[in-house]
């Protein structure tokens, strides 16, 4: 079983359009992350949640929406999409907020034109 | 804020050699995690070293943090086409808005 999955894999769509990224975790985790990770493969934090509450949201444009139903799941919607939205986007999951091993999905990879 | 550098950017060897990646930090490092990644694949976890001189190995690869803990090194011993990807360190923040913070990664290519 996959423990951190994101869907889709693959995500194409037009500028000004708006999407949604879902992720899930089978872990029992209470803490999860999205990460984007530009064209030079430089992955960088975008938001954190612990036990659904945001913890962590880093400078990133009002357009990104994380949303967390319960502990299992933190979703990305992304409104009006812009060219420089284009890139891979990372969930990944942890316990607790002390360091420990994070998990990370497999990646969506947006494209924007 | 935390800034880890790695070096080299990339790096190309023949099957069977050894190598190192080499990630420093402008901070002590609370906890110093090696991630390799594949193309088109999510990132999986190394190993994680929170201890000065704490040394850790995995098959082929050891991963060491200094005394000071501000910098790790990742060996590989006879390299093989299946260790090719990206390798990244990443540095936990500590406190109660832990993140991880990334380098921006060591391209390896290993030719049989």
């Known amino acids: 079983d996959t423990a951190v999955s994101q869907t889709p894999k693959y995500l194409v769509t037009q500028m000004g359009n708006d999407k949604s990224i879902k992720c899930e975790q089978n872990l029992g985790h209470d803490t999860m992350y999205w990460y984007k990770q530009d064209s030079k493969k430089f992955l960088k934090i975008m938001f954190s949640?612990?036990?659904?509450?945001?913890?962590i949201n880093e400078t990133v444009p009002n357009r990104f929406s994380p949303k967390s139903p319960d502990k299992a799941h933190l979703n990305l919607h992304i409104n009006s999409l812009e060219l420089g939205d284009s890139a891979v986007y990372f969930c990944a999951s942890s316990q607790g907020l002390t360091p420990s091993e994070a998990f990370f999905g497999q990646g969506t990879r947006l494209t924007v034109v | 804020s935390q800034e880890l550098e790695q070096s080299p950017q990339s790096l190309i060897v023949q099957e069977g050699k050894n190598l190192t990646i080499n990630c420093t930090s402008s901070k002590t490092l609370y906890g110093l995690y090696w991630y390799k990644q594949k193309y088109g694949e999510g990132l999986i976890f190394l190993m994680m070293l929170q201890k000065g001189g704490e040394e850790k190995s995995h098959e082929k690869i050891t991963a060491k943090l200094d005394e000071k803990k501000q910098q790790s090194s990742l060996h590989i011993t006879a390299s093989q086409p299946s260790h090719a990807g990206i390798y990244l360190c990443g540095a936990g923040s500590g406190g109660s808005n832990y993140k991880l913070t990334f380098g921006k990664g060591t391209l390896l290519t290993v030719n049989p």
């Open positions: 949640y612990n036990n659904k509450e945001l913890i």
